[in-house]
């Protein structure tokens, strides 16, 4: 399944989201102009398990880089749809507080597996993680809303709405599969499924303490006799 756009309308232009977009886009072309350096510059600032004490601030910085065309793009796009009702939800500073802590839950996680299964060198990169948390918090707030969404079934392509609960939640439990499946190649690197797990782990469990709740209004009654 392949998220086209999410029919949901939100309040307010969702400046943060786009914000976020702009930084990962400069990041990440700034990035590929650096040539022969490029993977210099991803060991340098993406965040390597075995490197993080001497190395703390790439807990943040590996959340803005991203290794080639597709990853920028795909996190970008998911981030655009989800993103927005999301930071509508929460408000601005609230938004960008929760989702570096979504980042930061994510990395927790893959850090841990990649001292126990044995990739504590390779760098991870990339927002998916952060983003994962937003899907936990989209899903919690959204669950019935609709994800408008080009699904394949073998050589049979068409559009569907899926409820948000349906498709985060499939989404959610392919993670898990591929991260279990893919435990004893995780010393070669690949995709940081973990990552994505502990993201949306992390958004599940503060999504309720972030969102703005509006106040109700009192309502004063007049008796009379």
Known sequence: MLPLRDINRTRNLPIVTILLIIINSAVWIYSVTLGAGFESFIREFGLVPKNIINNPITILTH???????????????????????????????????????????????????????????????????????????????????????????????????????????FWFISQVINGILTLPFAGIGGVAWWAHIGGFLTGIYLCKKFRIYPRRKKVFIVKYH
Not at 112 to 124: K, L, Q
């Open 63 to 169: 959340m803005f880089l991203h290794g080639n065309w597709f990853h920028i793009i795909s996190n970008m796009w998911v981030l655009w749809i989800f993103g927005d009702n999301v930071e509508d939800a929460m408000g601005k500073l609230r938004f960008i507080i929760f989702y570096l802590l979504c980042g930061l839950g994510a990395a927790a996680l893959q850090v841990g597996i990649g001292f126990i299964f044995g990739s504590s060198d390779i760098p991870m990169v990339g927002a998916s993680g952060a983003i994962s948390g937003l899907l936990g918090a989209y899903m919690k707030f959204f669950p019935g809303a609709r994800i408008l969404s080009l699904v394949f079934f073998f050589f049979f392509v068409s559009f569907a709405q899926i409820p948000a609960i349906i498709f985060i939640g």
